[in-house]
DNA sequence: TTATTACCAAGTAAATTAGTAGGAAATGTG
DNA sequence: CACATTTCCTACTAATTTACTTGGTAATAA
């Protein structure tokens, strides 16, 4: 598995086209005024997310971009496996002594957490993100000034 | 939270430190011909780890490295957070508006699903990992032949 | 004394990230 | 139709990060 900064923007960027996408199309543009992304690095990104059919693009004026399918369809992994190419690591053929013997064992371990980290990213889609983001507000406006320490982040 | 080939190289050599490393320390000449790391690089990984105090270094002949503490104290977070100086992105002040806004939900979002992956990665132990291998041989010497779609990844 | 090892610093090649520039192809609107 | 808007596409580039190289110094066991 992979979380890079790529992958972040990626996310972000779905993120925002989830939220603001609810009445028509979302551009570029606005996801990268609201996110601070340059235009031309969003459209490397959604050429990618596009070829995953993770989005839809319109052309033309009042045209952008639409959710390729239901946020609760696409999960955190989809995202990143999209824009970051998913090298697949400890591939122990070829290296070392790395033959069945003890050597192996490492590589084998940390391929394990590797699928297991994936596993995690799989089961959290966009929508849930969103329905839990609601979920906070509205705890917010329940027992509101009541804060403790997780909560009070974001300024 | 940011996973890259930077804390994957970390996390395998802390792995097999921690595999190796029962009886004397472990030099990282050892694990470099082990994992295909060169020597130097490993040296500035474990300059960081060092500092967070996860590895002890022992000079001179017969020395090496040794965990700095208990393998189920060293969490998978501990490792990738001491080589990959955890940046804290979506420090949404200086940010185009997103002081409060609707634009920071989005900004909020990541940042919450950041810290559930950090979470999972803290609960992750090098020993965890450990135990977990050996569960996987002692299965494969128990039910031999007995292969399900997840089990043989590792060739 | 010597070999071995951690420890340290500066520099560098390769890869990746992020952004620029300059378009072409659709498409809604006047 | 003309035109503005927007996706879509390619090539290039600056900045950053990754991974490695080189050339040491300091500690220490034999």
Redesign the interface.
């Known amino acids: 598995?992979?979380?890079?900064?790529k992958g972040?923007y990626a996310?972000?960027a779905m993120?925002?086209l989830a939220?603001n996408g609810v009445d028509g199309p979302v551009t570029l543009a606005e996801i990268s005024?609201?996110?601070?992304i340059s235009l031309s690095y969003l459209e490397q990104l959604f050429a990618s997310l596009r070829a995953k059919e993770l989005v839809r693009g319109v052309r033309g004026p009042g045209g952008g971009y639409y959710l390729g399918r239901s946020a609760d369809d696409i999960s955190?992994a989809n995202i990143i496996c999209a824009v970051d190419e998913w090298v697949e690591?400890?591939r122990?053929?070829g290296?070392?002594n790395c033959s069945g013997g003890?050597?192996?064992?490492?590589?084998?371990?940390?391929?394990?957490?590797s699928?297991?980290?994936f596993d995690?990213?799989t089961k959290?889609s966009i929508g849930d993100?969103?329905r839990?983001?609601e979920h906070?507000k509205a705890d917010k406006a329940a027992h509101l000034s009541v804060v403790n320490d997780e909560g009070s982040?974001?300024?």
Request: aromatic share 6%; glycine share 6%.
């Open positions: 598995m992979r979380l890079s900064t972040r996310v972000t993120l925002d939220l005024e609201n996110q601070g955190i690591f400890t122990c053929g290296r070392k003890e050597r192996c064992l490492t590589h084998s371990l940390w391929d394990d957490l699928s297991e980290i995690f990213l959290i993100l969103i839990r983001g906070k982040r974001a300024a």
